[in-house]
């Protein structure tokens, strides 16, 4: 990642303001026809296109400066992320999914909670800016006490509303 934000002179955070609300209108329009979709789908297509909802929002917030995002990956986490020698082959991934470079046989490679693998220079910079797998969006600690409030709140609000609706059913 490191390579990428040399190779286009940017620095991790730095948001070009016209790039940034074309990609956020295109994410949206995106996100407009797959909500029309669902209306219509059932089953397993709805689940898929509600994964791909789930998925566009998580873009619009990475992207979107007005939006509040994800904070970074505490810098212990970070450091204590398990090393482990990439096998590539039918087992395991045979490329890193940020660069989609192969992995080279005993390559080390950091290993995310959720299990994804990812090159070291290139989850590193990810995890300085978001606290969340760049594959699944699983979370890692943060030490932004204002989040994990909210985070706090948002899950009591759930058990809340779960709650009243067994109460009520």
């Given at each position: 990642?490191?390579?990428?934000?040399?190779?286009?002179?940017?620095?991790?955070?730095?948001?070009?303001?016209?790039?940034?609300?074309?990609?956020?209108?295109?994410?949206?329009?995106?996100?407009?026809?797959?909500?029309?979709?669902?209306?219509?789908?059932?089953?397993?297509?709805?689940?898929?296109?509600?994964?791909?909802v789930d998925h566009l929002l998580a873009?619009?917030?990475?992207?979107?400066?007005?939006?509040?995002?994800?904070?970074?990956?505490?810098?212990?986490?970070?450091?204590?992320?398990?090393?482990?020698?990439?096998?590539?082959?039918?087992?395991?991934?045979?490329?890193?999914?940020?660069?989609?470079?192969?992995?080279?046989?005993?390559?080390?490679?950091?290993?995310?909670?959720?299990?994804?693998?990812?090159?070291?220079?290139?989850?590193?910079?990810?995890?300085?800016?978001?606290?969340?797998?760049?594959?699944?969006?699983?979370?890692?600690?943060?030490?932004?006490l204002a989040y994990m409030q909210r985070?706090?709140?948002?899950?009591?609000?759930?058990?809340?509303?779960?709650?009243?609706?067994?109460?009520?059913?």
């Amino acid at each position: 990642m490191d390579l990428y934000y040399q190779e286009h002179d940017v620095r991790p955070n730095e948001r070009d303001t016209a790039s940034t609300q074309t990609s956020t209108s295109t994410v949206m329009l995106r996100l407009a026809l797959l909500v029309a979709r669902m209306s219509e789908a059932t089953g397993p297509e709805h689940e898929r296109l509600a994964a791909a909802v789930d998925h566009l929002l998580a873009q619009v917030s990475d992207t979107d400066p007005s939006m509040p995002g994800k904070p970074p990956a505490s810098a212990e986490s970070i450091r204590t992320l398990p090393v482990v020698n990439m096998r590539p082959g039918p087992s395991g991934p045979s490329s890193c999914p940020i660069c989609t470079e192969e992995y080279e046989f005993n390559e080390p490679a950091k290993r995310l909670p959720c299990g994804h693998t990812f090159h070291a220079d290139c989850v590193v910079p990810w995890l300085r800016s978001h606290c969340t797998c760049p594959l699944c969006r699983a979370e890692l600690p943060t030490d932004d006490l204002a989040y994990m409030q909210r985070k706090r709140l948002e899950k009591r609000r759930e058990a809340v509303s779960q709650l009243q609706h067994h109460m009520l059913n």
